[in-house]
C-alpha cells in the first residue's frame, strides 16, 4: 500500500510502498477512503510525543470500508462503512469496564503507538469495541473530519463542561476543534466568543455559530476584554489550541465558579504551565481535562449530524491528495492554516 511516512521529525514525508496490515484476530483494517489531518499530526510530526518510533505512519482521523476482519470479530463484515475514535479501548480494563474508553489503561492510539491512516489501509485493533459504524447519509469526506477533533469538541462542551443555553462560552484557539467547540456550543444554546490571531479562522468561527470573534493580535488584554463583553467572565472557556497564553487567557477569563476546559495539548516549550491556584480557589473554579470520546458515545453525535443540527462539513476548507499532507502539517506550525483539512487522495 502506499503510505506517507515519517523518517525524521520536521522532515517532509515520504511516500512509499509499505507492507499492507494484516489484521489481527480481533482487528479490522480499513480502506481509508478520507483523513482529516489534525493538530495532533503535527504534534507527532515534531517529535513531540516520546511513543513514536521511526519511521512512523501519521494519521487517526479516518473513514473508510472495512477490507479485512480477524477471525474473532463479530460486528464488522468486508466493506461496511466505519469510523474509529482515536483512542482504541481495551474493553477489559476498568475504565473501558466504566464506559471511559477514551482513558483506558491499555489503550491503543492510531498514528501513536501504532502505525495510523496516511496510507491507503489502516488496522484498527478491538473492533468490536472501538468501531463505529458511519450512516450512509454522511460521506466519507464529513466523516473523517468528525475524527478527533469534532468527537473531542462534543465530549467537552457537552460530556464534561455541561454546557447549558444562554451560558457565555469562550473558545481559545479557533482551529479544527475550536471551529468545532464553537459550533457544537451554538447549537446547545450557549453564546459564543471565538478568539484567535487568523482573520479567516475568526470569520469562519463567525459563520458557524460564534456571536463574537476576537483578534488576540489586536487585542491587549484578552481575558479583560472577555470580561466586559459579558458582564463579570465567561460561564466556560476552552483552550483548543494548547499554548501557554491561551490557557492562561482561558482560566483569566472566567467569571466566579466558571469552568476551564482544555482540549488543546500542551507540549514543548508549552508543557505544563503555570496555574494561578489563588484564582480556583477563590473564585471557585472548574479545571476540567477533556480527551477524545468513547464509540459508544457516537450516535448522539451523528444522529445530529443527519438532522442537520450540526453541520461539520462547513469546517472543511480544503481536499488535498496524500502527497501534499507534508505542506499541511508545516501551514500548522506556522499558524498560516485554518478550517479541516481531509486527505481524499492516496
Given amino acids: 500500500m502506499r503510505a506517507a511516512v515519517i523518517e525524521s521529525f520536521e522532515a517532509p514525508l515520504t511516500i512509499q510502498e509499505v507492507p499492507d496490515p494484516v489484521p489481527a484476530d480481533d482487528s479490522v483494517v480499513i480502506r481509508v ?19 513514536i518510533e521511526l519511521p512512523h505512519v501519521p494519521g487517526h482521523e479516518l473513514a473508510g470500508e472495512v477490507e479485512a476482519v480477524g477471525r474473532h470479530v463479530r460486528r464488522w463484515k468486508r466493506g461496511d462503512r ?47 469495541v472501538n468501531g463505529v459504524a458511519l450512516p450512509e447519509e454522511i460521506d466519507f469526506v464529513s466523516g473523517a473530519s468528525l475524527g478527533c477533533r469534532f468527537v ?55 459563520s458557524v455559530g460564534a456571536e463574537v ?9 484578552v481575558p479583560g476584554a472577555i470580561m466586559d463583553l459579558t458582564g463579570g467572565g465567561a460561564d466556560m472557556s476552552v483552550d483548543a489550541l494548547g ?21 488543546g495539548i500542551l507540549a514543548g516549550d508549552d508543557a505544563n504551565p503555570p496555574l494561578s491556584m489563588d484564582d480556583v480557589l477563590y473564585k ?17 453525535l451523528l444522529q445530529q449530524i443527519l438532522s442537520g443540527k450540526l453541520q461539520p462539513q462547513k469546517l472543511i476548507t480544503k481536499r488535498v491528495g496524500l502527497e501534499e499532507a507534508s505542506d499541511v502539517l508545516r501551514a500548522m506550525g506556522q499558524y498560516s492554516h485554518f478550517g479541516i483539512t481531509v486527505i481524499d487522495r492516496f
Avoid at 444554546?189 to 490571531?197: E, L, P, Q, S
Fill in 243 to 263: 499554548r501557554a497564553t491561551t490557557f492562561a487567557n482561558s482560566i483569566s477569563c472566567l467569571r466566579t465558579r466558571g469552568r476551564h476546559v482544555q482540549i
Fill in 33 to 51: 477512503r478520507a483523513n482529516s489531518i489534525c493538530r495532533s499530526d503535527w504534534h507527532a510530526w515534531v517529535g513531540h510525543f516520546d511513543d
Fill in 82 to 128: 466505519i469510523t474509529t475514535p482515536f483512542v482504541g479501548g481495551c474493553g477489559a480494563c476498568g475504565e473501558c469496564l466504566s464506559g471511559n474508553h477514551q482513558v483506558c489503561q491499555d489503550a491503543e492510539y492510531l498514528g501513536f503507538t501504532r502505525w495510523g491512516s496516511f496510507a491507503e489501509l489502516c488496522e484498527v485493533p478491538n473492533a468490536d
Fill in 152 to 206: 473531542t469538541a462534543q465530549r467537552a462542551i457537552v460530556d464534561q463542561g455541561e454546557v447549558r443555553p444562554g451560558e457565555w462560552v469562550a473558545i481559545h484557539g479557533c482551529g479544527g476543534v475550536g471551529l468545532s467547540a464553537a459550533m457544537i456550543a451554538s447549537a446547545a444554546g450557549a453564546r459564543v466568543i471565538g478568539v484567535d490571531i487568523n482573520p479567516d479562522a475568526l470569520d469562519l468561527a463567525g
Fill in 284 to 300: 471557585e473554579l472548574k479545571v476540567i481535562g477533556s480527551y477524545g470520546m468513547q464509540a459508544h458515545r457516537y450516535p448522539l
Fill in 213 to 221: 470573534t476576537l483578534n488576540a493580535k489586536d487585542v491587549e488584554d
